[in-house]
């Protein structure tokens, strides 16, 4: 009932930024918990940040490595979830990806049940 799709990734240097976007049609998105996670090759899936559908953010275990340098925001208005990335490493080169979910819990392990199919976000050093 819910397509998400991905936008905004790219190559770019370490130290720039990148603005992710994801776009949601089918249903409003007042009602579900967006986050963004990521998958570099041979990695584990990874959760990079959430925004509940109250508009909390949470970056989970990332939190150190990523608040202050990355961003998410939600307009329901437009039916998009953004990633604010700046400050990029090398070691964010990954494939982000946007979630929705519909469940209440912590937004680091709680059922996602739509799944955009991804953008590249290559930084080079």
């Known amino acids: 009932q819910v397509q998400l799709v991905e936008s905004g990734g790219g190559l770019v240097q370490a130290g720039g930024s990148l603005r992710l976007s994801c776009v949601a049609s089918?249903?409003?998105?007042?009602?579900?918990?967006m986050s963004w996670f990521r998958q570099a090759p041979g990695k584990e899936r990874e959760f990079v940040a959430g925004t509940s559908r109250f508009g909390i953010a949470d970056y989970g275990l990332n939190a150190d490595s990523v608040k202050g340098r990355f961003t998410i925001s939600r307009e329901n208005a437009k039916n998009t979830v953004y990633l604010q990335m700046n400050s990029l490493k090398p070691e964010d080169t990954a494939v982000y990806y946007c979630?929705?979910?519909?469940?209440?819990?912590?937004?680091?392990?709680?059922?996602?049940?739509?799944w955009g199919q991804g953008t590249q976000v290559t930084v080079s050093s």
């Open positions: 979630a929705a979910s519909d469940s209440l819990g912590p937004l680091t392990s709680v059922h996602y049940d739509y």
């Open positions: 089918g249903r409003t998105l007042s009602g579900y918990a």
